[in-house]
Structure formats: C-alpha cells, structure tokens
C-alpha cells in the first residue's frame, strides 16, 4: 500500500490540500511552501485529525499528494488483510512547541488493524490539569483527568479524554 492510500485509508475525510509527492512515486516531486504552524495542529469536533495535524503525520510515511481529492489511490486489500495487530506511529519533537500556551511535544496515531480503534493522541509537557483547562477554555468540556467523554453526534463510537501519561499529559481522541 502506497503511504498516501495509507493516509486516505486512516484519515479519511480529511483533506489534504498540502503535501509532497513521495519520491519515486509516479509525477514529480514538489515542495511545499505552504506556511505550517504547530499550534494549528488540533482535532475537529468529530474527533479526526484536523489539516494541520494530518500534514503532520504524513511524516509518518512519505507524504500524500497535494491535491488528495484528485489523485489515484489504491487499497490492497490482500496486504491490509494479511497484517494483524496495530499501527502505531510517535512523532516526537526535540523542543517543546507553544501550542495555546502548553508545550506540546508528540502527536500519536495508533490503528487496530483487524480490531480498531483508531486513536490519534496530542502530549504535552503540562500537568494534566492545565492541559484539561486549556482545552476546555478553547471550547471542548474535557471530562475530569482520566474520564472519556462523548463526541456529540457519535455517541458509542467517538470519545475524547485527557491522561496523565508519565511526565507528560496526553489528550486522545478514540475512535471506533
């Protein structure tokens, strides 16, 4: 499977409008020279990455296209079914970044092939505490540390929670 048929397989209805073609695919290699800031990387309400946060994990894998709704994707579904187990992927930073006044240092994605969930996770160098009141300031009414709510419209399928994980504090978006 092509790292892009990946990253429309596990993000879908998320756009990409920015990206590099991987090297060696077929078409030309561009660069991209659309601005990028850390603090844009988020979640939508319904729990997926936000653009930001996707452009991100295409460092995971080679990047996706620029335009994602115009190139051709393949699936191999032969592969994708002979793999078992999970896809999980860290992204650390070697500095902390501000991202609305915490300090966010690793964007995970974890994919239960045969089992779901999928889960995409943004950890920070804060207390749980501050990171929960961050959050809910910027409008998502996070439960208490530790605690999983409901994401409005997916009750069942989509919750969201701050964890202590360590030293750090993770927020994580699961998805069924």
């Given at each position: 499977?092509?790292?892009?048929?990946?990253?429309?397989?596990?993000?879908?209805?998320?756009?990409?409008?920015?990206?590099?073609?991987?090297?060696?695919?077929?078409?030309?290699?561009?660069?991209?020279?659309?601005?990028?800031?850390?603090?844009?990387?988020d979640?939508?309400?319904?729990?997926?990455?936000?653009?930001?946060?996707?452009r991100?994990?295409?460092?995971?894998?080679g990047?996706?296209?620029?335009?994602?709704?115009?190139?051709?994707?393949?699936f191999?579904?032969?592969?994708?079914?002979?793999?078992g187990?999970?896809?999980?992927?860290?992204?650390?930073?070697?500095?902390?970044?501000?991202?609305?006044?915490?300090?966010?240092?690793?964007?995970?994605?974890?994919?239960?092939?045969?089992?779901?969930?999928?889960?995409?996770t943004?950890?920070?160098?804060?207390?749980p505490?501050?990171?929960?009141?961050?959050?809910?300031?910027?409008?998502?009414?996070?439960?208490?540390?530790?605690?999983?709510?409901?994401?409005?419209?997916?009750?069942?399928?989509?919750?969201?929670?701050?964890?202590?994980?360590?030293?750090?504090?993770?927020?994580?978006?699961?998805?069924?």
């Open positions: 499977m092509t790292a892009a048929a990946l990253v429309r397989l596990l993000l879908p209805g998320v756009g990409l409008a920015t990206g590099v073609q991987a090297a060696g695919s077929e078409g030309t290699v561009r660069t991209v020279t659309t601005p990028f800031a850390i603090e844009d990387v979640f939508t309400r319904d729990c997926r990455p936000n653009d930001a946060l996707a991100l994990f295409t460092m995971f894998g990047a996706a296209p620029a335009d994602a709704d115009a190139a051709e994707w393949t191999d579904g032969p592969l994708y079914n002979a793999v187990g999970d896809v999980s992927q860290v992204l650390r930073l070697d500095d902390a970044a501000p991202w609305h006044g915490l300090r966010l240092v690793e964007a995970r994605f974890d994919h239960g092939i045969e089992r779901g969930p999928v889960n995409y943004l950890a920070f160098e804060d207390s505490e501050r990171v929960r009141a961050v959050w809910n300031e910027r409008g998502w009414q996070l439960p208490p540390v530790g605690e999983t709510r409901d994401v409005e419209g997916l009750e069942g399928y989509a919750v969201i929670g701050v964890e202590a994980a360590g030293a750090l504090a993770t927020v994580t978006c699961y998805r069924d």
